[in-house]
């Protein structure tokens, strides 16, 4: 039976829980948070709530850079962590793209276009059901993130933000914030496409390379097999 398993980069056991995954942890339970005040302040004449979910997510993207800086600086690192990091800025994307493309959430003129949305969940999508199919049929799955993954993430996180400092109609810088916000939608549709096609040029490397091994096993098998046969042939001929 073929071992099947996601490897990951970073060292250590799932256990015992360590600095840097409990401020994962904390993101994680965080997020609850940020969504019902998202979704109470969208209907709030003070926005006081918005402003609390403006507060929450940035907490969340402090305790984000501060759980990586911890796992280098301490050597804090786990295979656990090394998971539910990259889950939990998922999760917070994923939910505040879908709210936010709402047209009873988000604020006036600034509401994430279902173009917009689709890109993001398309490449998660993608990703996923390639790295299940890998799984399936490799059985070893190495996951790294890329450059583009991380900038793609960077980015939609960055949108997210700049939709929620969204100014009020009456403000005289509103206009440039509003052009400002729609070239990050174009620029993170343009990274997640991208992003998502480096992830399938790696996956499919991953698959190449599986299947050149076992032939290259069978080559060598099949060398020293001759190597065997024409060494008996030369036994036989001195005898």
């Not at 509401?111 to 790295?131: E, F, N, Q, S």
């Not at 052009?179 to 499919?204: E, K």
């Amino acid at each position: 039976m073929a071992d099947t398993g996601i490897e990951t980069d970073a060292r250590g056991s799932l256990w015992p829980p360590t600095w840097p995954m409990g401020l994962t942890m904390l993101r994680l339970l965080l997020l609850p948070v940020f969504l019902w005040a998202l979704l109470i302040g969208s209907n709030q004449p003070t926005r006081s709530y918005w402003h609390m979910a403006v507060g929450v997510y940035v907490l969340m993207a402090v305790t984000d850079k501060l759980d990586g800086y911890l796992a280098r600086r301490l050597g804090q690192t786990s295979r656990l962590g090394a998971i539910l990091d990259p889950v939990a800025d998922k999760l917070l994307i994923a939910c505040s793209v879908m709210l936010l493309s709402l047209e009873f959430v988000a604020p006036r003129h600034f509401r994430i276009p279902a173009w917009v949305v689709a890109t993001i969940y398309g490449k998660d999508l993608i990703i996923a059901i390639g790295t299940i199919a890998l799984l399936s049929v490799v059985g070893t799955v190495r996951i790294a993130p890329r450059p583009l993954g991380k900038a793609c993430t960077v980015l939609e996180l960055a949108m997210v933000f700049a939709v929620l400092l969204a100014p009020d109609e009456k403000a005289r810088w509103m206009p440039a914030w509003l052009v400002l916000v729609r070239i990050l939608w174009w620029v993170v549709t343009i990274v997640a496409a991208l992003a998502c096609a480096d992830y399938v040029i790696q996956g499919l490397r991953q698959f190449t390379a599986s299947r050149r091994c076992p032939r290259a096993a069978d080559s060598g098998g099949k060398a020293d097999e001759q190597a065997s046969a024409d060494s008996s042939a030369e036994v036989s001929a001195a005898r």
